[in-house]
């Protein structure tokens, strides 16, 4: 049975992406077969003996720019091995990188991530390109880590790859593109005078719930008051958001 997401990237510079894919919770779920990941050098697509892959752009001006023939060659390989495939390029001009993106984007279940570099990428590979994705509002030498970003938010979202069946479910219940994170405590109990909140000792599985959710609350309308002003509260998010602890 093939992987419940299949994903192919597209690079110059394929060891800068095999680490990251190698270890902890992905290079699980690529060895479990439930995540499939494999790593193609654009490189083989370029011709010649030094196999050159960018050259200087018209009009002049500094830097390099990926030429047109062996990264568009490299997609219509790519897409030939994985039909269907969306084939999303990675670039600070594309659409911004969320979760509902993420879903989508794991939802559809075969992609194909192309990573530009140098300075730019000749336009006319945007013929062979589904969509263009940015992880931000910054400019990075290079897409392999806006790539791996993408690799990584999706394939949490295949039921399986988290283990925990319970985490992928607590935290779409918690909201997880509307509310930030409430803050996790391990042991041990006081660290350099500072104690985990009683609250999370008490055993009280309701009481843990609301103070979660109110300390979620309240690390939003903090932190990201946009997100905070798109949210839709409930009625009981209203009563807890400026409760202290005893009235939990
Ligand atoms: N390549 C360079 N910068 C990037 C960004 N912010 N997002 C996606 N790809 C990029």
Known sequence: MSARLEVEILTLFPRMCEGYLAESILGKAREAGLVSVTVSDVREHARGKHRVADDAPYGGGAGMVMKPEPLTEAIEAARSRLPGALV????????????????RLSAHGKLVLVCGRYEGVD?????????????GDFVLTGG?????????????LVPGV??????????????????????????PPEFRGMKVPEVLLSGDHRRIERWRRRESLRVTRERRPDLFARARLTETDLRLIDAGDDEL
Do not use: H, K, W
Request: overall charge negative; charged content about 25%; hydrophobic content about 45%.
């Open 88 to 103: 999303v390029m990675t670039s600070p001009r594309g659409q911004a990188l969320d979760q509902a993106l993420a879903r």
């Open 162 to 187: 988290l283990g925990n069946e319970a985490s992928a479910g607590a935290e779409s219940f918690a909201g997880e593109e509307t509310f930030l994170e409430y803050p996790q405590y391990t042991r």
């Open 123 to 135: 336009e006319r590979v945007l013929a062979a390109v589904d969509m263009e994705v940015s992880i």
């Open 144 to 156: 392999e880590l806006a790539a791996l970003c993408v690799v990584d938010a999706a394939a949490r």
